[in-house]
């Protein structure tokens, strides 16, 4: 042995260390198998610092550095962002309203503020669009309505849901771009005669309406980009599926760690209590 270490120019010393530590378990196996099966429930789709969120709401006491070294470890990547946006906007068409929102992104109430957007796929070579309604308050997705052309028909069939779901008290916003259905008197009738106020971005301004630009950036990225799907069908199973995870499992750091629904329903626990 010595003879052959000698050879080699492995020190003594050296050799021993490493031969100790592969006898050695590994102190982190159980952390591990953790991180790996939340990093798996989610379908690859949490970095280290939402599987970090996810492991200490199960009651792990971990700090950042470890989860993202073993995970480096492990090769567990998330999967990464692409943007290329849809646009809907066509000029001025008919009415355009006042930025009312301003960027105050954080209301203090649910069903207060809402905001949407359409976005844009392509399935088997045909263009499929996402029309969502988000509450700001705690980003849940609180409707959604998915067709083949972005029609005014589209936006309002998605917050009609949403006025039916929410039942929002007079006075509540509604935030959009300056597409043009969003511009169609069908919108903002539909906002007005359910006692809102309707509220626009500036024009050519994304980060007017940054939540929900951020919300189609991680969707795409989540559970389409790299995805193959045989039909449109298909794709809205795969919508309905995400969003039902998005709003159930989701945890986000702005929301204390919690999913979307675990954070409205502990609010209204304290309101209530």
Same mark, same amino acid.
């Given at each position: ?17 490493h ?19 939340s ?17 200490r709401? +199960? #009651?792990?006491?971990?700090? $950042?550095?470890?989860?993202?070294? &073993?995970?480096?470890?492990? *090769? ?15 000029g ?33 070579g ?51 771009? +300056? #597409?043009?259905?969003?511009? $169609?008197?069908?919108?903002?009738? &539909?906002?007005?005669?359910? *006692? ?78």
């Open positions: 042995m010595e003879y052959l270490l000698e050879a080699a120019g492995i020190p003594r010393s050296t050799f021993f260390y031969q100790k530590r592969l006898g050695q378990s590994d102190k982190h196996a159980e952390l591990k198998d953790a991180i790996r099966a990093f798996e429930r989610n379908k690859h789709r949490f970095g280290y610092r939402r599987v970090l969120l996810d492991l709401n +199960q #009651g792990w006491v971990v700090n $950042h550095k470890l989860v993202y070294k &073993l995970m480096h470890e492990m *090769g567990l990547r998330a999967k990464i962002r692409q943007r290329r946006p849809y646009v809907s906007y066509a001025t068409i008919s009415h355009i309203a006042d930025n009312k929102l301003d960027r105050k992104f954080t209301p203090d109430q649910p069903n207060t503020v809402f905001v949407s957007d359409v976005t844009e796929f392509r399935v088997q045909r263009k499929v669009y996402l029309s969502p309604v988000m509450d700001l308050f705690d980003r849940s997705i609180v409707a959604h309505t998915v067709a083949t052309s972005p029609s005014t028909a589209l936006t309002t069939d998605s917050l009609s849901k949403a006025i039916a779901a929410s039942a929002p008290e007079p006075g509540w916003m509604m935030h959009t771009d +300056q #597409g043009f259905q969003y511009q $169609h008197a069908s919108w903002r009738d &539909l906002i007005g005669d359910n *006692g809102g106020v309707q509220s626009m971005s500036r024009k050519a301004n994304c980060y007017d309406n940054a939540v929900m630009e951020n919300f189609f950036g991680h969707l795409k990225t989540e559970m389409y980009h790299g995805e193959v799907f045989d039909t449109v069908a298909e794709f809205n199973q795969a919508i309905d599926e995400y969003i039902g995870w998005y709003n159930t499992e989701r945890v986000q750091q702005r929301l204390k760690g919690l999913t979307p629904m675990q954070y409205r329903n502990q609010t209204l626990e304290a309101l209530t209590a």
